[in-house]
């Protein structure tokens, strides 16, 4: 490390360091986080509490009146119910589905590099064009999907899939869990590369079996990026809009409808910016209620793990 | 030292050139997406005013129909909105009732208004001023695909309900994959689909200050449909097919009969040009009916050149060579006298078979929160064709939910 | 898990290789399967495309499409935008983040919860729902329909997780490291460059894949943002050839959508490597 040919800095560089260092260093990140993200919250919780007219004017304060008339609405218990179902299938068979995918692609075999390729490849696509083009796949006149499920036996009747939510959330469903792979297999492979060597010699050198190098061994030390894959895939997928609105709009009569897409409805078709306000702010709480229990857990998990 | 220079002079060089941009009025025109001409026709229009107006920078806006909405809502809840914009005539009342739109009586000239068939200024009076200029018209018809009438053995379209169901199930007859009638039960239009019914039947929307959706003419009009689906004579599961889908049925020569507007008859042109068809009125079930739209020119309170902008309209938009090119190019039905007495509209019989129907057409009622009625109409007309609930049911719901809309104005 | 020495292929590892590519196949088949859609329609004349029943091969191949799709889309003017985009927001997040990834990962200050859970709130979000709030920010900046507006956009919605990412990465890196290189007299910037990057390069490799496709496949606040269609990014522009149309050309969109994907998946299949080779050697360290 003495090869080191550096300039010391006149002053004190440690001391100076210790105490604006940090906050200089995430001035930038601060500032353009606040005012993007922030400011818009902001209006979000004014809306939220007053009455707004179409075009976004504020009228008057009326408190919590907005959030009371959304949580009365028929739809609101029908679509926290799908967006639940929605989130956890869709993090749940995304995560479950990744492991082993990340496993098998961490290893060396034949055409490996193209299938890290492929399995990445949905990720190249913008969901909205997933969305269109899966629709128009799952046609159920002209659909491909269909053609070829007649043409392997599969079916004697084309399907129309999108046309009632009992075939139609599935569908949404299996297409979410494609498109998140791509992301929970990056964050595996890349937990799955630190991974250090020495353990699994010495484990081996002691004899343990493979399940239990994954067991006691791979598992823990990839807890945190698993906690990463889970809690940003419920984030994402939870607000996910596209793939349900260009699938089915979240109809028949509301029955694929999640929070975001009737938000997006209320907003913006119905012109009701109040409880679209209202909802939003709903969401967001959820979410929050969500992280805040799972880092709870989670820390605690840490400290057992510490301890042993 | 050199690149200094160079910054500085382009630094320069660009507040020169936004200086001076700025020289002249720029008017902001939105306008919705018809087809790949569409931007010609109004940039065509632009050209035509700046040669005339050389101090008048028009920048055209096209924005797909999708989010028509949502971008002018934006726009304006964000301070910025376009001194012209083009929407559907029945968001007009909500522009109106909250003070966005500017009306128009002061600027109209007896000249100019004259242009205009008379039927077509009525949708966009609103407490009798006028708001929006109509510029893209239709009514709706019936397609009929001639080779399967003839191949099933019926001489002439169905003039009534009666008969087109007959005729229907002659045609299912014909094969697996041919249908006799189509029906939409997706997206938007869901609920003009069944209107046509509902209308024929002697139904109203509105009846005084509450739904008429719940009426026995509109159950009479809904249950019709349902069995219609029940005994396979339309596409199966209705509720996935839009209104491109059945039109794309159609155009294949799958389904005997669809209503829709002119528009589709540009469409077979281009997709489908060896397919055999005619346009007949919308069967009639007590009455003859049929639905007219059409969508409006703008003008927005917030504009600062409402002048300029109204001398872009009168002089440019709706001059008569541009309506002609307008209405000739995207296919839609003559809104102007001008365009009415060209010989492509007077000459040609299918466009006859529109005009004809306009007499007998209704209108979308103009109240605010029309949207939010449209999708609550739409929730009960699909729980209906998935067999979800009855006929009767479903729009009583859906009339209890429209009339607490009704009164909330 | 490592190194290994490279065999000539034996007979275990085609097994292996068979074996590991059979659990793949469903991932690989369902994945393939729109792509299959998108070229089998992106190649059919409009005559053939909504033909019954559908076929996967046209009877005649028109490569013509793509061609006039071009032209048709201005998709010339909308690949710059988006690359313009894409490549600014990701320089941009970059820049922004290391610094405060090390300050997080490394250093302790007053606050730095607070940071990482205000970090961790702005990812709850969703664009849709915030749409309203940044136009007018926007409005008020004068940005709209400027191509600046959603590189600032994006950068701040990205930041979250690029710092959370480096970050992680930081914390991989023993701090041995960095303190001798203090004794030795490095300032806080020179460790940061000269030590912890070079051994982050697949965690800023990652990243920048992450915010490259997110502003690359981005769609609402584009579509809020945007005005003049010579601005549009290929997202929008493709979407509007599909959107609230009357009659939808789905030969061009196929093809559009093809082209848009392509130089994405060209740049997963060279990064690929690269990544390949970086995690390999911080696994070795």
Redesign the interface.
């Known amino acids: 490390m003495r090869g080191y040919a550096l300039q010391s800095s006149g002053i004190n560089s440690t001391q100076f360091g210790r105490t604006t260092a940090p906050y200089l260093l995430i001035l930038p990140s601060l500032f353009l986080t606040f005012w993007i993200i922030g400011y818009p919250l902001w209006d979000l919780v004014n809306m939220s509490t007053h009455a707004v ?5 504020l009228k008057g304060f009326i408190g919590l009146a907005n959030f009371a008339h959304l949580i009365a609405e028929p739809l609101f218990s029908g679509c926290l119910v799908r967006t639940l179902i929605w989130t956890i299938s869709v993090v749940g068979g995304s995560v479950i589905l990744s492991m082993p995918i990340a496993l098998i692609l961490n290893e060396k075999f034949a055409g490996r590099r193209i299938a890290r390729v492929i399995i990445m490849l949905p990720w190249a696509v913008s969901l909205t064009m997933t969305g269109i083009v899966w629709r128009w796949a799952m ?4 659909g491909m999907v269909n053609a070829t499920l007649f043409n392997l036996g599969v079916i004697r009747q084309p399907i ?5 939510a009992g075939t139609a959330f599935p569908v949404e469903i299996a297409i979410g869990i494609l498109v998140s792979i791509p992301f929970s297999v990056t964050v595996f492979l890349g937990g799955l590369a630190s991974l250090p060597n020495e353990i699994y010699e010495a484990a081996r050198i002691d004899g343990a079996t493979a399940w239990q190098c994954w067991r006691h061994l791979t598992l823990p030390l990839l807890r945190p990026f698993i906690n990463i894959a889970l809690v940003l895939n419920v984030i994402y997928v939870f607000n996910s809009f596209p793939l349900i609105w260009v699938m089915t ?1 979240g ?4 029955s694929t409808d999640i929070f975001v897409t009737w938000l997006y ?1 209320l ?7 109040d409880s679209a306000a209202a909802l939003s702010l709903v969401m967001f709480v959820i979410l929050l209620v969500f992280t805040i229990t799972y880092a709870v857990l989670a820390m605690r998990e840490e400290s057992i793990e510490v301890r042993r | 030292m050199r690149k200094a220079l160079g910054i500085l002079l382009g630094t320069a060089t660009m507040a020169f050139a936004i200086a001076s941009a700025e020289a002249k009025t720029q008017l902001r025109v939105v306008v ?5 001409a569409t ?1 010609e026709i109004f940039e065509g229009m632009a050209k035509d005013f700046s040669a005339t107006h050389p101090d008048v920078d028009v ?1 055209i ?2 924005v ?8 002018l ?2 726009d ?5 909105a376009p001194d012209i914009a083009m929407i559907g005539t029945r968001w007009l009342v ?1 522009f109106v ?2 003070d ?1 739109a500017e009306p128009l009586d002061s600027y109209l000239t007896p000249e100019f208004k004259a242009r205009f068939l008379e039927n077509f200024l009525g949708p966009s009076t609103i407490s009798g001023k006028l708001y929006g200029l109509p510029v893209a018209a239709s009514a709706r018809a019936m397609y009929y695909n001639k080779d399967l009438l003839a191949k099933a053995g019926i001489k002439d379209p169905p003039e009534n309900w009666d008969t087109l169901v007959a005729d229907a199930k002659k045609i299912k007859a014909l094969g697996n ?1 041919i249908y006799g009638f189509a029906l939409q ?4 239009e869901t609920d003009a689909y069944w209107y046509y019914s509902l209308w024929t039947h002697g139904g109203e929307l509105i009846e005084g200050t509450k739904s008429g959706i719940a009426s026995p003419a509109a159950v009479a009009a809904l249950s019709l449909y349902r069995s219609l689906i029940d005994e396979g004579l339309t ?7 839009n209104r ?2 059945i ?3 159609f ?2 020569g ?1 389904i005997g009969m669809i209503l829709t507007g002119p ?1 589709l008859r540009g ?1 077979i042109k ?3 040009p060896n397919l055999n068809y005619g346009i007949a009125p919308i069967p009639a079930g007590t009455t003859k009916a049929t639905y007219g739209v059409t969508d409006s020119m703008m003008l927005f309170k917030s504009s600062q050149q409402e002048k300029v902008a109204w001398q872009f309209l009168s002089e440019a938009a709706f001059s008569p060579k541009w309506r002609i090119e307008f209405t000739t190019k995207e296919g839609f039905l003559p809104v102007t006298k001008a365009e009415a007495e060209q010989p492509q509209f007077t000459n040609d019989p299918q466009l006859k078979a529109f005009t004809d129907m306009l007499p007998y057409a209704h209108f979308a009622p103009l109240i605010p ?1 029309w ?2 009625i449209a ?1 609550t109409t ?3 007309l ?2 209906v ?2 067999g ?1 609930a009855k006929p009767e049911a479903a729009l009583k719901e859906a009339a209890g939910s429209i009339d607490s809309i009704l009164q909330q104005q | 898990m490592g190194l290994r020495i490279s065999h000539p292929p034996e007979r275990s590892y085609i097994k292996k290789s068979a074996l590991y590519w059979l659990c793949l196949s469903p991932f690989v088949i369902t994945t393939l399967f729109p792509f299959a859609v998108m070229i089998s329609t992106a190649i059919k004349p ?2 053939e495309v ?4 559908p076929v996967w091969l046209a009877k005649h191949i028109r490569l013509q499409n793509f061609v006039d799709m071009w032209h ?1 889309v201005g998709f010339g003017q909308a690949l710059v935008n988006s690359a313009l985009v894409s490549c600014t927001t990701t320089a941009l997040c970059l820049l922004v983040a290391i610094p405060a990834a090390y300050a997080t990962g490394r250093m302790q200050f007053r606050g730095k919860r607070i940071f990482r859970q205000f970090l961790l709130v702005t990812q709850m979000l969703s664009p849709v729902v915030l ?2 709030g940044i ?2 920010l ?2 008020t900046l004068g940005l ?1 329909d400027q191509l600046w507006a959603l590189v600032l956009a994006y950068t701040a919605f990205n930041l979250a997780f690029a710092i959370w990412m480096l970050q992680a990465y930081f914390g991989t890196i023993p701090i041995e490291l960095e303190e001798a290189a203090r004794l030795d007299g490095a300032s806080t910037f020179q460790r940061l460059r000269l030590i912890l990057l070079p051994l982050t390069l697949p965690a800023l490799g990652v990243t920048a894949i992450f915010v490259f496709l997110y502003c690359w496949n981005e769609f609402v606040l584009a ?2 943002l945007l ?3 010579q601005k549009f990014t290929l997202t929008l522009q493709i ?2 050839l599909v ?6 050309e789905w030969d061009h969109v196929m093809a559009a959508t093809l082209l848009a994907s392509a130089p994405v998946a060209v740049v997963f299949a060279s990064l690929q490597r690269y990544l390949v080779r970086g995690l390999a050697l911080g696994a070795i360290k």
């Not at chain 1, 046609?139 to 002209?142: E, H, I, L, R, W």
């Not at chain 2, 039960?185 to 938007?188: C, S, V």
Request: charged residues 25%; glycine residues 8%; aromatic residues 12%.
């Open positions: 007219t179409r075009f976004g004017q046609d159920g006149q002209s129309a899939w999108l046309a009632t709009q109809d028949p009569a509301n409805k907003a913006f078709r119905y012109g009701k910016l | 919705a997406y018809y087809s790949a931007q920048k806006e096209v797909p129909w999708d989010n028509l909405e949502q971008r809502t934006t304006i809840a964000g301070g910025i909500d009732k909250n966005v994959d039960g997706k997206e938007i596409e199966p599961n209705p509720t996935g097919y491109q889908d039109e794309r049925l155009k294949q799958r528009w469409q281009t997709d489908a929160n949207e939010q999708d739409i929730r009960a699909q729980k064709y998935t979800e | 409009r005559a909504l033909t019954f029943p048709a749409v309203l136009f007018r926007m409005a709209v579509l809020t005005r003049s269609s979407f509007s959107g609230g149309r009357y009659s939808v």
